[in-house]
Nanobody, 124 residues
């Protein structure tokens, strides 16, 4: 019903910048909170940043001051601008979103959707 597709992952040198993008498509009534998570090799997936439908943002300590999350609610896209990248930022970055979809004849339900991930490698 709902798909998230990320793009923008790449190899970048320490201190460099990268911008990730994610677009939601499919059949849904609306997308509410959107977020970026990441999972480094051998580690659990962790939250990077969230942005509400109204534009309120929250960041994990790891990205505060270096990462900026933004969204275009009309286009159902979310981006993550990452500056001053460090080797420890190397991970697969996943887009996440809450979507309101039709359920039954006249009802709705909220589902959580994940993208397939995009690899960010920070290395000299």
């Amino acid at each position: 019903q709902v798909q998230l597709v990320e793009s923008g992952g790449d190899l970048v040198q320490p201190g460099g910048s990268l911008r990730l993008s994610c677009v939601a498509s499919g059949t849904f009534t609306k997308i509410d909170t959107m977020a970026w998570y990441r999972q480094a090799p051998g580690k659990q997936r962790e939250l990077v940043a969230t942005v509400s439908r109204g534009g309120v943002t929250n960041y994990a300590d790891s990205g505060t001051g270096r990462f900026t999350i933004s969204r275009d609610t009309r286009e159902n896209t979310v981006s993550l601008q990452m500056n001053s990248l460090r080797p420890e930022d190397t991970a697969v970055y996943y887009c996440n979103a809450g979507a309101l979809v039709r359920a039954g004849f006249s009802g709705y339900k909220r589902i959580e959707v994940w993208g397939q991930g995009t690899l960010v490698t920070v290395s000299a």
